[in-house]
């Protein structure tokens, strides 16, 4: 075996050259020797090896510094830049990972939105995208109103009240924020008081919605409330209260049977469409009902149709380029009639009916005058419980028309009894009353008949006892004392009462007779024309009623 210091020493040898070396050692000449077979050669590849490898990691370890500062670099410049954030969202920022609850957060938003809110300011107007923003859109509020029932109607002061939910919506993008910041919180409430516009006691802006043809005012008639917002700012308030307009109705003339209509118009007061569009909340701009407990129950007003439409009325000369937008809604509702017809209508054909019947009472009896009086009456009556619920107008109603009709009717019955009871009780030959025959009597010239004799000149006159009640004394017309000891001819001074048998003559009697027979034509005249010709026209006015529910249905 060679050691490496025996080689080392044939290395150094004088003469030897390293072709002698591998010639002795290999046994072989013009081949270098393997490495294997000397271990000083497999160090020295060993310690280059080493040297790679220290020179490779060194790379690595500066590769890696270099990177490293990069990232320090890149973490320098963040930290400066949250550095330059306000001090006061950099505290917002870090607040909204440790709220206690949702209504810390809630009381911080509050606070945060209206820190710089001017309630009495309009929402800013937003760009519209047809102009590529160089025009701004004014404030668009949708506005729908619940009905749930008619509480009155006053059709002699022309006022309807109505109970109703009135709903706004619109958008204030100066109350929108970033739920994620605030606990996830996704809707608040803002009190509102005194109806719309600015109030002492209102936190946000409303607007200025009114009833045009208003009786009361909205902002007194419903209840203030609170509206609810949205993060991206849209608003909405609901109220309930009651809707009092001033209508022209339509339809009353049908009265009791009558199907009013009533047109309703709300709009802005103080803005016009420069500033404020009005739109009928989902797509209708009303509802009815909704509401169990405050629903139509043993009212006399039922509601029957809603219609909204959007009308735009034409500028004003004050300011040419502004128009008033309002929704005009148009409410139809009926009548209970059949109140009326068991209290007024059916009481007056009764009342009519009784004094119709005194066309068959004797004419005699006391009653029969008291009887059609009373019919009267109660026709007056009951047309002054019909004027009470109408207006004092030009224009007749049904049932104006109809109480005509019966106090028409119950006036002829008083005045057919009493010219029967005078043509009854009548035992004169003519109708020319005695003052006027005593006229005649003292004028000559004109109290004569066309064959010269003085009016009244035969036996059974009564003038000459109108004119000489006391007579001659014990002596009858032709000169001779009647037998009984009475005067023919005269009336006594005092006398006893008398009916309608004590005739003084035959012809008397024979008038009297004659008067009767007029009196009991007239009663068949009213028996066979009157009452008939009653109950037709009370026909024809039931079938126009018929005509007029057919005709609405």
Known sequence: ???????????????????GRHRDLSGRTGQSPSPFLYPCTSYVWAKKAMRSGALLLAAALAVTSAAHSKLLVAQGIEEESMDAIPAENNATSSSTRIWKNKSEAQ???????????????MPPFVPTPENNGSEYAPTTIEVGINFHRILEVDVVRSEVDL???MRFIWNDTRLSWDPEE???????????ESGAGMSETSEIWTPDIELWNQMESIQTSYANTFAAVDPSGGIFWSRPGHLKPVCKFVGLERFPFDNLECVIELGSWGHSGKFLRLEPFDGTGFSIGGSDTSGE?????????????LIIYPPYPSDPLADW?????????????????????????IFNIIGFACFWLPIQSGERLGLSITAMLSAVAADLVVVSKLPSASELTWMQKFSMLSQAFAGYCVLEGVVVSYFYFQVSNNLVPNYLQCIFARMPK????????????????????????????????????PSNGESYGRRPSFRGPRDADDFRTRQEQKNNAGWQRVASHIDSFSQLVVVPLYLAIVCVFLVQVTEHHESAA
């Open 1 to 19: 075996t060679v050691t490496a210091a025996s080689w080392s020493t044939r290395q150094r040898a004088p003469g030897s050259t390293g072709e």
């Open 107 to 121: 009381a911080a938003l509050r606070a945060h939105l209206l820190e710089n809110y001017d309630r009495g300011s």
């Open 163 to 165: 109970l109703t939910w």
């Open 182 to 192: 605030y606990a996830g919180i996704d809707k608040l409430w803002f009190w509102v």
């Open 297 to 309: 129950s043993f009212s006399e007003f039922t509601l029957d149709t809603i219609s909204a439409e």
């Open 325 to 349: 937008p309002v929704i005009m809604y148009s409410i139809s509702f009926h009548r209970s009639w059949q109140p009326y017809i068991r209290g007024y209508l059916i009481s007056q054909i």
């Open 446 to 481: 004109l109290g004569r008949s066309p064959s010269g004799e003085p009016l009244g000149a035969s036996s059974d006159s009564r003038l000459d006892i109108l004119t000489n009640p006391l007579g001659n004394s014990g002596e009858s017309r032709d000169g001779s004392n």
